[in-house]
């Protein structure tokens, strides 16, 4: 039982390059979340998905889309990469549908935009 | 205005020691879960802990929904407890699961 990974674990863009960041799941969790987290700071909540085919924005949306590729998989995409997207993006998942319940976090992708 | 505010913001403890750390929100809560993330940067979730009181080893957590806190006890602290202990809440009535997360509190346990 794996939990939630992540692909990849580091990567560097140059400005304008386009990525996709791969977050799965193996515990037939409904919801999952994409996040970021500057230095010194807690996470911002970027798109989240309560159910498979469902996305909705959270508190900084600008500048990412996501899929929602089936129960197991939440992408994240940054189509024109800033520097200002530099940062670790974590993915979670929780088991409810409705909000509640605990989020288990994937270890992280660590990317920096030059 | 801060919605949710975490104290204090840094924490240095000796091996043995007990500490509170304290959670405030703005606003009614559905939702409120204690993460740990250790100095490699894993998030682990401690608690949800939306209302009362629950205990996990030397750890427990309490949540007075109605005073808008909630506290993270460590008792007998060790050196694997360092790193940042972050409150992240839901506010109002939605059931969303969008977590606002706190600035956390960084934990040092010096042996």
């Known amino acids: 039982n794996a939990g939630v990974t992540q692909t990849p674990k580091f990567q560097v863009l140059k400005t304008g390059q386009s990525m996709t960041l791969q977050c799965a799941q193996d515990?037939?969790?409904?919801?999952m979340y994409w996040y970021r987290q500057d230095p010194g700071m807690g996470l911002r909540l970027i798109y989240y998905?309560?159910?498979?085919?469902?996305?909705d924005k959270g508190e900084v949306p600008n500048g990412y889309n996501v899929s929602r590729l089936n129960k197991r998989e939440f992408s994240l995409r940054l189509e024109s990469a800033a520097p200002s997207q530099t940062s670790v993006y974590f993915c979670?998942?929780?088991?409810?549908?409705?909000?509640?319940?605990?989020?288990?976090f994937g270890p992280g992708t660590r990317l920096t935009v030059t | 205005g801060i919605q949710v505010e975490q104290s204090p913001p840094d924490l240095i403890l000796q091996e043995g020691a007990n500490s509170t750390l304290r959670c405030n929100f703005s606003d009614s809560v559905n939702n409120l879960q204690w993460f740990h993330q250790n100095p490699w940067g894993q998030l682990i979730n401690l608690f949800y802990?939306?209302?009362g009181t629950k205990q996990n080893g030397r750890l427990s957590a309490t949540t007075v929904a109605t005073e808008r806190y909630s506290l993270l006890y460590i008792s007998s602290s060790q050196t694997t407890d360092s790193g940042v202990y972050f409150c992240a809440v839901e506010l109002g009535s939605s059931n969303t699961g969008k977590l606002i997360f706190g600035q956390g509190t960084t934990l040092q346990v010096k042996p």
């Open positions: 802990i939306p209302s």
């Open positions: 979670a998942s929780s088991e409810a549908s409705a909000g509640q319940g605990e989020q288990y």
């Open positions: 998905s309560a159910s498979e085919g469902t996305t």
């Open positions: 515990m037939n969790h409904n919801s």
